[in-house]
């Protein structure tokens, strides 16, 4: 497992944008795969994207060519980049990382979670 620290969470207009930022310990997180969950109030977590360690990306449909997600392996970072943000984009976002080679489908992979981030976007 590895601990993770979420940050950049906040308060944005609409068409606004935030980057969150995921800090990794440990010296496992180059081969980890990362993503990026959001919980909005009475709904289910849902994945919002996700990243292995080769740099195969994948979204969810609401948020392709909006969000972006990258890493960076030298400061065992991984970050979501928000853009056009939306109202019912917000939630709270949480990071998560998996010891697979291949982005899980159940978010039962991922062994090691943050604390959340809130993210809320006004209409």
């Known amino acids: 497992q590895v601990q993770l620290v979420e940050s950049g969470g906040g308060l944005v207009q609409s068409g606004g944008s935030l980057r969150l930022s995921c800090a990794a310990s440990?010296?496992?997180?180059?081969?980890?795969?990362m993503a990026w969950y959001r919980q909005a109030p009475g709904k289910e977590r849902e994945l919002v994207a996700a990243?292995?360690?080769?740099?195969?990306?994948d979204y969810t449909d609401s948020v392709k060519g909006r969000f972006t997600i990258s890493r960076d392996n030298a400061k065992t970072t991984v970050y979501l980049q928000m853009n056009s943000l939306k109202p019912e984009d917000t939630a709270v976002y949480y990071c998560?990382?998996?010891?697979?080679?291949?982005?899980?489908?159940?978010?039962?992979?991922?062994?090691?979670w943050g604390q959340g981030t809130q993210v809320t976007v006004s209409s």
């Open positions: 998560a990382a998996g010891p697979t080679g291949y982005i899980p489908t159940t978010s039962s992979a991922y062994d090691s």
């Open positions: 990243i292995t360690s080769g740099g195969t990306t």
């Open positions: 440990g010296n496992i997180f180059g081969i980890y795969t």
